[in-house]
């Protein structure tokens, strides 16, 4: 079988960290291009791993029929444009996350694959997390009974990203901690919960902590360093009550507020069992039997979930497969995600139920 030629727009930290390293790792992989606006980034990639040419303007990837597959690594501001002309140049997409900026580019980019039939991934890597998938098994099989709520915490004392620069910018990134890291967790738990439909949220954002830009005080800064004429217009604490076809979920997130230590874990509560996940690490199962509380902690050989994750976009490049992290899937979270700024923003709650239809 012939090597699946591939484009990397976009040659940032999740490119160098995760998807160079991926493509390099697959011998059906040959990565033909590195792309960035900021061309010297382009040029330290092709240099560094010794292969692809070096570019900063992506349409010169479309024009290439070699191309087969791209991976998309820039700022969310540009996710949509660009994966709707990769597919409508007949490319094959994995799109970091989140898949937009809103709901809205969301749709068109999901609009698009429908009318091309083009690969649409988006980069909601725990799909490929083996805890993560022993979870949505665990709760698939009744293990947990009914699973009637999901609480979600990603809160850190002091991680707000490059300050003043396109994390906090929110006409490039969309938002803040909601976009950024609750995509991940609320991914996590639609993913886990079977992909509910969203019902009815009602959210608060704050930007509190980062916009004094020059008194915030931290210790390290990813991302970073600040910028101190940027900008800094985004949330940096999130809280949302969900209700959804299946579980209802609770969410507190959270770049930056004044807590002592940082609380980044899932509690899936079912009635016969719950079971805490501690986000990236292991996860612990609660439950009680013959008058005893029960706790254990599973033991599993764990994977690359990037790795996992690029080896099944060019399984399906070729078998035309259709992966969890589809575009069909990631735009629940999408919705769930623009309803929470929507409600904060609005000061009400969003319903996704039609008139009379609630029980
Ligand atoms: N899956 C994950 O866990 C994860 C982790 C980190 C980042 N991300 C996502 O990856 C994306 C990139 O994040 P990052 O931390 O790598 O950012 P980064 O700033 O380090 O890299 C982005 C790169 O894109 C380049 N770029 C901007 N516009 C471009 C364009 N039009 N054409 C080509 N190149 C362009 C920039 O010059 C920069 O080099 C974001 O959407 C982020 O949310 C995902």
């Known amino acids: 079988m012939s090597k699946t030629v591939v484009a990397i727009i976009g040659c940032g930290t999740i ?43 992506y349409r010169v990837i479309l024009d290439d029929p070699d191309v087969e597959a791209v991976s998309i690594c820039t700022p969310n501001h540009c996710h949509a444009s660009i994966a709707i002309d990769c597919m409508r ?7 970091e996350k989140p898949a937009a900026r809103t709901y809205e580019e969301a749709l068109e ?18 799909r490929f997390n083996t805890g993560v998938n022993i979870i949505k098994k665990m709760i698939e099989d009744g293990e947990l009974g009914d699973l009637y709520h999901v609480y979600v915490s990603f809160r850190a004392q002091r991680s707000i990203p490059g300050l003043g620069g396109d994390f906090t910018t929110k006409a490039v990134a969309g938002g803040g901690a909601l976009i950024d890291w609750g995509v991940h967790f609320l991914d996590i738990v639609m993913y886990c919960a079977g992909d509910p439909e969203p019902q009815t949220v009602t959210g608060q954002t704050y930007c509190k902590l980062g916009k004094d830009m020059k008194n915030y005080s931290y210790l390290n800064m990813w991302a970073g360093p600040p910028n101190y004429e940027g900008t800094y217009d985004v949330d ?9 076809a299946g579980p209802s979920i609770t969410v507190n997130g959270a770049w930056a507020q004044n807590i002592g230590v940082d609380e980044m874990y899932i509690d899936f509560l079912g009635d016969k069992a719950g079971i805490r996940l501690q986000y ?23 994977t ?13 490049v070729k078998s035309g497969e259709r992966l969890p992290s589809h575009i069909d ?13 929507d409600s904060s923003d609005q000061g009400r709650e969003i319903s996704f139920v039609k008139e009379g239809a609630r029980a």
């Open 15 to 57: 490119a160098n960290s995760a998807h160079i390293p991926a493509y390099l790792a697959n011998s059906d992989a040959e990565i033909k291009y590195f792309c960035d606006i900021r061309k010297e980034r382009a040029e330290q990639a092709a240099e560094k791993y010794g292969c692809g040419i070096a570019i900063e303007d």
């Open 89 to 95: 140049a007949g490319k094959h997409v994995l799109c």
């Open 109 to 126: 980019m999901q609009k698009v694959q429908h009318e091309t039939g083009m690969t649409l991934n988006i980069g909601v890597v725990n």
């Open 236 to 244: 940096d604490f999130v809280t949302a009550m969900i209700r959804t």
């Open 280 to 302: 990236g690490a292991e996860f612990t199962i609660y439950s009680a039997k013959h008058g005893a509380l029960l706790e254990s902690t599973p033991k599993f050989t764990k």
């Open 304 to 316: 690359d979930h990037f790795r996992n994750e690029i080896n099944s976009f060019l399984a399906c």
């Open 329 to 341: 899937t990631v735009i629940l979270t999408a919705k769930m995600i623009q309803a929470i700024y």
